[in-house]
């Protein structure tokens, strides 16, 4: 490759808990088996092209920050190109296997719809280049329905039946960009798909649309063969006020009512579940407990602020959890652990993204670790099972089996007289529990 951007700084690598060396894995040792499948494979971590190749550290109070010595300012194809090259070497040199990316943030708009398409062709055969001489792969694409001002409204759920041809069109090319690169998925985050103030909006109408839009690209897939996983992405509020996707439960809601739940699962992004009001663990349940666990966008929100801050994610106990939840999910498939977060403002060298991203994989190898031992130790499954023995046999296992009536159980109770006593929820011990890990 031409001249590197990073120079300095070679493949990073695994040195072990002892090491002080900030440009080396902690935690993260590739090739370890954690329940005899490899870190690399459970892990399945990507990086992210808007915000580590895209993000200038711009806020709604200031310039941006970032000044990248690779970048020349323009938004030239010939500047787009070069950002490829840097993107690989970073991720080479990280050792990310994924990478994601919407249309947009790796080409530049151009004219016309013909045109842009033409500037996505040029790019897209560059990443394929790159693609191929490193070994990295695409965990997912997507469109930014979101970005340019046509789509203010809405994109599939725009007032304007033009702009939601047009967002068709462009999921189209997405949709052949990503298969052509070998993408292991395609995510359709709703971006504007919500409403400012419901005095203008057609609720109804608006989720209509979008259930047809999602159908199109689903025949769409089907036509062009395209293997990899649909997601669809929660997410409450911001841009808009309320948006139609808000979360796991409204997803999965919203897929079923429309006959989509079985060509979409969710990718579950971790501040996009704070901003619900839930935990990332009881996004990740829900949707496990439906079969939609795809894949997340790991990232965390700061507790003291309200909004979609995206920051790195270094809470171990936030990781765990994570972990826990993915490895009683049967792990990551097809999904893997996205890293949808951005270096704060004031993080402005080039050497930050490595330290964040760094200190991200760490955090998830800890959690794998930690989730790891707290499944072969036992106490914390076993404590669950036993909480719902009752089911297991008697008239909890004929519940179960759909063979019971509230005639047979009110003649259960006449003559039990009173249910058995419930032992204790245990709370606290549970969370002492899982201290002892940590
Ligand atoms: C926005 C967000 C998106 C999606 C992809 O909050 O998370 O970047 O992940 O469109
Ligand atoms: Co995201």
Redesign the pocket.
């Given at each position: 490759m031409a001249s590197a951007a990073f120079p300095n700084i070679s493949k990073i690598k695994f040195e072990g808990a002892t090491s002080r060396n900030p440009l080396a894995f902690k935690h993260y040792n590739a090739e370890e088996l954690v329940e005899g499948k490899s870190m690399k494979e459970h892990l399945r971590f990507s990086v992210?092209y808007?915000?580590t190749f895209r993000g200038r550290g711009l806020d709604p109070f200031g310039a941006p920050t970032m000044i990248r010595p690779w970048d020349d300012g323009t938004e030239s194809v010939k500047n787009a190109v070069r950002r490829v090259r840097v993107a690989f070497e970073f991720i080479e040199k990280l050792g990310a296997p994924y990478y994601?990316f919407?249309d947009r943030d790796v080409a530049p708009e151009g004219k016309n719809l013909t045109e842009t398409n033409k500037n996505l062709d040029v790019v897209v055969k560059a990443l394929k280049e790159e693609q191929k001489r490193t070994g990295i792969k695409l965990l997912w694409g997507?469109a930014?329905l979101?970005g340019n001002p046509r789509y203010a409204h809405g994109a599939s759920t725009s007032p304007n039946a033009d702009v939601f041809a047009f967002a068709c069109a462009q999921v189209k090319k997405a949709l052949e960009v990503t298969n052509e690169l070998g993408g292991e998925g395609y995510?359709?985050?709703g971006?504007r798909e919500g409403y400012q103030t419901l005095l203008n909006t057609n609720v109804k109408r608006e989720l209509d649309h979008l259930a047809a839009f999602l159908r199109m690209a689903v025949d769409y897939k089907k036509k062009i063969g395209f293997k990899g996983q649909f997601y669809i992405?929660p997410?409450p509020k911001?841009p808009t006020k309320h948006q139609y996707d808000s979360d796991a439960a409204a997803c999965l809601n919203f897929l079923r009512e429309y006959g989509l739940i079985n060509d979409l699962k969710l990718?579950l992004?971790t501040?996009?579940a704070t901003l619900a009001g839930h935990t990332m663990e009881h996004e990740l349940e829900i949707a496990a407990a439906a079969g939609a666990l795809g894949s997340i966008?790991a990232n965390t929100g700061d507790v003291m602020l309200g909004w979609?801050t995206?920051q790195f994610p270094t809470d171990i106990y936030l990781t765990t959890q994570c972990m826990l939840a993915i490895l009683k999910a049967g792990g990551l498939t097809t999904g893997g652990v996205?890293f949808?977060a951005k270096v704060r403002r004031e993080s402005y060298d080039p050497i930050d993204l490595f330290y964040a991203h760094i200190g991200g994989m760490d955090a998830f190898a800890r959690g794998l670790k930690t989730a790891a031992a707290i499944r072969k130790d036992g106490r914390l499954a076993e404590f669950v099972k036993e909480r719902y023995s009752s089911w297991d046999s008697g008239i909890g296992a004929k519940i179960e089996a759909g063979k019971s009536s509230f005639k047979e159980l009110e003649a259960y109770m006449l003559k039990k007289g009173d249910s058995s006593p419930s032992p204790s929820g245990r709370q606290e011990f549970l969370e002492n529990l899982i201290n002892e890990f940590i």
């Open positions: 992210v808007w915000h994601a919407h997507t930014s979101f995510v359709f985050w971006g992405e997410k911001e990718n992004e501040n996009h966008d979609d995206d996205n949808d």
